[in-house]
């Protein structure tokens, strides 16, 4: 056989090279859905994607992006270890003693001029933070607004937020004023928690309203988590074919906000020692309280909450207990104390045993918030409640998941408890007008008593058209944060009510 010459061997080249093959498959792998699937599967819940066929593309897209979006293990590790509590012996609760409590008529004068003192020299030199709690909206009260735009009718029209930043504004100037040496700014934090539902809204509330006064910069707006509402042996719950029911993780999810939004961190970069923390739907609530800082600081406690009286042994509230023998102190609900213990009297002091009620008033040290935000994490153990659940099939039984801000005192080494009075402090907007309590109206009558009252004991008068029981004046925040310094202004004045005394 002759051997090719070279110019067939050129041709035969060319013909190879200039042939052109089909490129190989591309390997198959699975689509975002698939590998979701599977992904669920290791926690049950795959039932997720049980309509995927009837869906539109848009839609498809919004349920992948939403549980791509969850925190899968921890969800799964929540919803096991918070059903598996239930049902589990808790320990005894007795009376809390009382040394860890400071009440009102054991209070000397000199205590109060101290603690006053020391909170204010806290707050000059920026150890102090505030936390609001306002992931609620005003369903109950008629409105979809977030519940801190409610005006509940005083004389000055102001809002909720707009009484509680002017507080915070008048803190700061008497702080400034207490402390001698050189003039400098005094600023209070002010970290406000909102939900996804009241988000947006508050942050343009406080925008178009110039935050009231205070400093843009010195207000923080973070939002609480969501978890999945889930069956009562733990499925998820579909609202509709493409996207989960979901419910706001409870007052006490601030801890794990706080956490995750690196604002623990923010606080400690910013000198913050203390942080106080309330709920946005009190009208009489003294932000960032000198007296109860102070107070707070002088005991050396790692938490410390302001309580108020149980008006009479059956009502519906939670109070403060010792959670076992020696044990943490802890707040029940009312639920938990049966008719003879919520009735048993101290013989020594002649109150109730078990009579210092929650109010959602709060003061923490930072290093112990940072403590707490892992402990419960770690322990991932939170409240059920059972509720009507909106989902694919109409309203249906199941299961929110919730933490409440007093989760915390157990894991707190010491706690003090700071008696205040209601008329004082404790004016709740909850309900609306026509109920029974917790009232806009209830809550505009005790402000306008309070502050009747201030404006009498520093020499004013007043005239009234309507029975004094139904009206009365309210004093500016920003003209005294709780009666001091009013004398310059009321005293041999006579005031109309209703009206606003204001600088």
Known sequence: MEEPTTEEIEIRTADVTTKTLPPPPPPRTAS???????????????????????????ERHLLVTEIENLDLPRIDRIIRCS???????????????????????GRRKEDKE?????????????????????????????????????????????????????????VQRLAAQAMAGPTRSVVIQWYIMTSPFTHEPTQKFFESRKYFGLEPDQVTFFQQGTLPCITKDGKFIMETPFSLAKAPDGNGGVYAALKYS???????????????CYGVDNVLVRVADPTFLGYFIDKGAASAAKVVRKAYPQEKVGVFVRRGKGGPLTVVEYTEL???????????????????SNVCLHMFTLDFLNQVANGLEKDSIYHVAEKKIPSINGFIEGVKLEQFIFDSFPYAPSTALFEVLREEEFAPVKNANGSSFDTPESARLLVLRLHTRWVIAAGGFLTHSVPLYATGVEVSPLCSYAGENLEAICRGRTFHAPCEISL
Request: charged share 25%.
């Open 32 to 58: 975002p859905h698939q590998e979701l699937v599977e992904r669920l599967k290791d926690y049950g819940q795959e039932d997720v994607f049980a309509l995927w066929e009837e869906l539109s593309p848009e």
């Open 83 to 105: 059903l598996n509590s239930q049902g589990l012996p808790a320990a005894a609760i007795e009376a809390p003693p009382e040394s860890c409590v400071s009440t009102v008529e």
């Open 114 to 170: 101290k603690w006053w003192k020391m909170g204010l020299k806290a707050i000059y030199e920026g150890k102090l933070g505030v936390v609001l709690l306002s992931g609620g909206q005003g369903t109950r009260l008629g409105s979809s607004d977030p519940k801190g735009c409610f005006n509940i009718g005083l004389p000055s029209g102001k809002s909720l937020f707009q009484i509680q930043a002017e507080r915070i504004l008048c």
């Open 262 to 276: 690196r604002l623990l961190e923010d606080m400690a970069s910013r000198g913050i020692k203390y942080v106080d």
């Open 338 to 356: 049966d008719e003879s213990m919520a009735s048993a009297t101290n013989q020594q002091t002649g109150r109730l045993q078990y009579c210092w």
